[in-house]
């Protein structure tokens, strides 16, 4: 469950702010001064902070550059000033989203969401899961760069795996050795289309049950090679 503080000196209003939100499902913490809130937002997690800007104590802009310091929680400044919002976009402190008293709850409410959906779909993008390929007992993990055949972890050195996972992320498209070569190699590489072939040897010994009879990469003769899907 979402979890929300709201930091807020005047009670009625933190009230009115925490029952709405809790209504939509969020567990809510409410701080009534600036150095409670302070201290909640850097020592506990919070999914979204609610932060007044006028506070006894110490102020929403403090807090506010304190928390960015050293957190990403997503932060929605309240005002009772429009001129305050000026001045919060021109310091640059690093806040979501800005909001002037007095505002409808529900319209509180729908920034909340739309500011915890944005914050999850940035999270979300950064942990994006491996790109992996699997092809009959054989697994390529073409971000971590391993290779297991029958969950057996074989080494390749560079150019062998980009070679073989070349191949593999284009099954049953013929290449010759010119294509590979020029797709692989830089052009100041030394070497040539024969250096396709030896690879193509070196990456066969490590996947191949039987070289004679390879089921991954074929030999088209007279053209080049393709991985059979
Ligand atoms: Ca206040």
């Keep these: 469950m979402n979890r929300i503080l709201i930091v807020e000196d005047e009670e009625a209003i933190a009230d009115l702010e925490k029952d709405y939100l809790e209504l939509s499902g969020f567990k809510v913490e409410v701080a009534n001064d600036g150095e409670a809130g302070l201290l909640k937002a850097l020592t506990e997690d919070y999914n979204l902070v609610i932060l007044d800007l006028m506070l006894p104590g110490v102020d929403g802009f403090e807090i506010c550059r304190k928390v960015r310091d ?5 932060i929605i400044m309240v005002s009772a000033k429009k001129d305050d919002i000026d001045k919060i976009r021109g310091l640059g402190l690093g806040a979501d989203d ?3 008293k007095p505002f409808s709850p529900s319209e509180l409410v729908a920034r909340v969401k739309a500011h915890l959906a944005r914050y999850e779909r940035l999270i979300g993008s950064t942990v994006e899961e491996n790109k992996v390929i699997e092809i009959r007992g054989l ?6 760069r391993r290779v297991w ?5 074989k ?8 070679l073989l996972t070349f191949l593999a992320s284009h099954p049953n498209h013929v290449y010759t050795k010119d294509e590979l070569f020029s797709e692989i190699w830089d052009m100041e590489s030394i070497g040539d289309i024969a250096t396709v072939t030896v690879h193509i040897k070196k990456i066969r010994e490590k996947v191949e049950f039987d070289t004679s009879k390879p089921q991954y990469i074929e030999t088209i003769w007279g053209v080049g090679y393709r991985f059979k899907m």
């Excluded at 050293?70 to 997503?74: C, F, I, M, S």
């Design 155 to 162: 080494t390749f050195t560079t150019k062998e795996f980009d």
């Design 98 to 100: 800005y909001i002037t």
């Design 149 to 153: 055949v029958n969950d057996e972890e």
């Design 139 to 144: 697994k390529i993990d073409t971000t971590a």
């Design 70 to 74: 050293e957190k990403n929680t997503p």
